[in-house]
């Protein structure tokens, strides 16, 4: 399981959609992608972004990874995840089954704040969403993290290529693509 967290903006679903591409071509495993937007229009639909229902979301994307984990698949998560208890409890949970990676994507929040691509930095700062994280809700920054990537330092193929190496490293994923391919 590898689990990207990072403000709203820090690139985690770009990391997570190439990675899913990279790994579905490099890996013999099935490869499920849990972006944190696409999480909440179905599996936590109506969840609001309260701690107790942030932390719901986070219990339940960490339920989905750790049974695909547990069928030896691999799942990329990418939800902000704020909370580092939430946290602790889906690498307790994945760890029983299988491997847990936490990435973090450390990147600024002036930087996400100054992209904006969805335009909620600018309603969060106007008052018109409240509880918007980095804003005006926390984000506890992970101190337990395999790796921290900062998207304004490195390019996108660089990011991917970060993650990829801390898998090839430690003997999860082979330097080639599999025979045949
Ligand atoms: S989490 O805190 O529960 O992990 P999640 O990743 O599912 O958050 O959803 C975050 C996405 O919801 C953001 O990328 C953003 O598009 C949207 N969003 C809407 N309201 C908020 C808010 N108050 N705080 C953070 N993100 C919000």
Redesign the pocket.
């Known amino acids: 399981v590898l689990f990207l967290t990072g403000l709203?903006g820090s690139g985690k679903s770009t990391i997570a959609r190439d990675l899913a591409d990279v790994l579905a071509e490099r890996s013999d495993r099935q490869v499920s992608l849990l972006d944190?937007?696409l999480?909440?229009q179905l599996l936590?639909a109506g969840l609001t972004?309260s701690r107790a229902d942030?932390d719901l979301?986070?219990a339940r994307i960490g339920f989905v990874a750790a049974e695909v984990a547990r069928h030896g698949g691999i799942a990329i998560c990418a939800?902000?995840?704020?909370f580092a208890s939430a946290r602790a409890q889906v690498r307790q949970m994945v760890s029983e089954v299988g491997d847990f990676f936490l990435i973090h994507v450390a990147t600024p929040v002036e930087v996400c704040e100054a992209r904006d691509r969805?335009g909620?930095y600018a309603k969060?700062r106007a008052g018109v969403?409240?509880?918007?994280?980095g804003v005006s809700?926390p984000y506890e920054e992970p101190a337990d993290a395999e790796l921290v990537i900062d998207t304004s330092a490195i390019s996108r193929p660089d990011a991917v290529q970060a993650v990829l190496r801390m898998l090839i490293a430690g003997g999860w994923l082979t330097d080639q693509p599999p025979a045949g391919r």
Do not use: E, H, M, W
């Not at 939800?79 to 704020?82: D, E, G, H, L, T």
């Not at 969403?129 to 994280?133: D, E, G, L, P, R």
């Open positions: 709203s944190g937007d999480v909440r936590s972004f942030r979301n986070i939800p902000i995840a704020p969805k909620l969060a969403i409240s509880q918007f994280t809700d």
